[in-house]
């Protein structure tokens, strides 16, 4: 379903022993739940808190095309692609389902399905259409290998003739089960909703998908 290479490097098998060794040390000294070995060499801490998974490396990025499986003439464009390990960002604090840490200390976003232009023909509007498509790729998404269900994508208005006029595409991503990776723009979405500020005023910017 998905045509990717992994670039990702491969831990050594002598540094993989040493490190599981290492962390049966210290299960039977400090009680620490089991680091446990996952594909592609990822480790995951696992905390009753929601620590991000730890990486005992620091994986390239990786990003390509994929076959969703979703057409639809009714839209104008939409546009998926497969991503891994993209870092974070410094505005933007995605949850910790979503975050991995590197083996330098820095947050990587895990694969996800990213949810590039998407544009529906102004004549199919508010008809359900992106709310089913939605469906199907959160879906899709669940099934992709490594992805777990996780979408993310970045919600900016787009100005134009044959473009559907609406106050924010935001609203229709909220509506779907996404939320802002920055929390602030949560606050001013909320506001939105409950009719304190203007549709105009939702905000911009990465969101995710938060029903997984």
């Not at 540094?15 to 070995?37: A, E, G, Q, V, Y």
């Not at 290998?145 to 208005?157: M, N, V």
């Not at 991503?173 to 802002?180: S, Y």
Request: hydrophobic share 35%.
């Amino acid at each position: 379903m998905i045509d990717k290479i992994s670039i990702i490097t491969n831990i050594k098998t002598n540094t993989l022993k040493r490190i599981r060794s290492l962390n049966n040390n210290f299960n039977l000294r400090f009680n620490i739940p089991k680091l446990k070995t996952l594909k592609q060499d990822i480790f995951e801490l696992s905390s009753s808190d929601g620590f991000p998974e730890v990486l005992m490396y620091n994986p390239s990025i990786v990003e390509s095309r994929i076959d969703t499986g979703i057409k639809d003439s009714r839209f104008s464009y939409f546009c998926t692609a497969y991503r891994a390990y993209n870092h974070e960002g410094y505005d933007d604090k995605f949850p910790s389902n979503y975050v991995c840490i590197d083996s330098n200390g820095e947050r990587r976003l895990k694969p996800h399905i990213y949810l590039g232009l998407v544009e529906i023909k102004p004549e199919y509007a508010r008809q359900g259409i992106f709310t089913n498509a939605m469906k199907r790729l959160s879906k899709f998404a669940k099934n992709e290998d490594g992805c777990e269900g996780r979408i993310i994508l970045d919600a900016h208005k787009i100005d134009g003739v044959f473009v559907t006029q609406i106050p924010s595409p935001s609203l229709a991503h909220w509506k779907c089960g996404f939320r802002f990776a920055n929390n602030e723009n949560n606050k001013i979405m909320e506001k939105v909703l409950n009719g304190e500020l203007p549709l105009e005023d939702a905000p911009e910017g990465a969101m995710y998908y938060a029903k997984i």
